[in-house]
């Protein structure tokens, strides 16, 4: 069994433990028509965002994409005031509570020291306070983007497993319609009899007089003409088709856009066990026809779910 089905659906997780920071990368994505990456980045990486999305497209091809890039301090003794610079944007801390003051004193509201501490408590309270300065993110990028091709691999994997799983419902569905339609096909060798009964069946009830002899070669003609009307052998041959033709793409080693023609096949198929549906006017053929169409729509709904 090929091993090259990707499902769209996926999550992948990266941590680094960096300079008394843990570095977190995740990434999860679900199914959508084209590639859709949204990135959740500490405030001063944003810039760095095309050169993530841009290693983003290269791993992936479709799906809605989350990628969440955090850290947060571990293992700082708050009394190591040497190592600060390591863990604390000063630049934006001190900025911060400058600002604040600066609005006091236009204000005319006095600067106290408890001010001070509330505006300490209030900057060491946000994210910002723990970014790296402006200087150090190009030195930090190379690091970030390394950790998000791990979670990237990590991610790949998780699809790959998931698609495999995919692979083996479609073989036991694709098995399973494949022996309804053999039902179905040895259920139409039957109808020109079963037509010619319910015809003469109908016309003795009518002519139960006797006064009207019944027609033998008229009723065959009858026969031929409506078995040729409800014939499916046209549908069942085409349907056949697109079982061998599903389970060559999904066979075939590439792994590009399947999902996209597995779609395609499925709606050829529903439209041929449609036309047999309301061609063959047989119970045994129409509860056939409803779990072929079932199963049907199942495959439809997993199939969004490969690229």
């Given amino acids: 069994m090929s091993d090259s089905l990707l499902s769209m659906t996926g999550y992948g997780e ?10 977190r990368c ?20 944003q810039s760095l965002e095309p050169r993530f999305k841009g290693l983003v497209k290269k791993i992936v091809e479709r799906g809605k994409v989350d ?14 005031a040497s190592s600060s610079s390591n863990y604390f944007n000063g630049p934006w801390i001190a900025g911060f509570c400058n600002s604040a ?10 600067v106290t020291d408890h001010m001070r501490s509330v505006l ?4 060491l309270s946000r994210r910002e306070a723990f970014e790296s300065p402006a200087e ?24 790959k497993i998931e698609g495999a799983h995919l692979a083996a419902d479609f ?44 027609d033998e070669s008229r009723l065959c003609q009858e026969v031929a003409y409506l078995v040729d009307k409800a014939d499916i052998s046209e549908e069942i041959v085409r349907f056949r088709a697109h079982i061998s033709q599903f389970l060559d793409v999904l066979e075939s080693e590439t792994s590009s856009r399947k999902g996209k023609k597995l779609e395609f096949i499925v709606q050829e ?19 056939n026809v409803v779990d072929i169409k079932n199963e049907l729509e199942k495959i439809r709904e997993q199939v969004q779910n490969v690229i």
């Fill in 14 to 23: 990266a941590t680094q433990i960096v300079n008394d920071r843990e570095l």
């Fill in 26 to 45: 995740v990434v999860q994505s679900v199914n959508s028509r084209y590639l859709d990456c949204r990135f959740r980045l500490p405030h001063n990486f």
């Fill in 67 to 80: 990628i969440v890039l955090s850290f947060e301090v571990v293992g700082v003794e708050w009394t190591d």
């Fill in 101 to 110: 003051e600066g609005l006091a004193d236009t204000l005319g509201w006095p």
């Fill in 120 to 123: 300490m408590q209030s900057a």
């Fill in 136 to 159: 150090n993110i190009e030195e930090s990028a190379d690091l970030f983007l390394g950790l998000l091709q791990k979670a990237l691999l990590l991610h790949l994997d998780s699809r």
């Fill in 171 to 214: 073989h036991l569905k694709i098995s399973l319609l494949s022996d309804k339609m053999s039902e179905i096909e040895l259920s139409a060798i039957g109808m020109p009899q079963i037509f010619k009964d319910r015809i003469g069946q109908r016309l003795a009830s009518i002519l139960e007089d006797g006064r009207v002899s019944l």
């Fill in 269 to 287: 198929m529903l439209r041929e066990i449609n036309t047999v549906g309301s061609k063959a006017n047989l119970l045994e053929i129409t509860r």
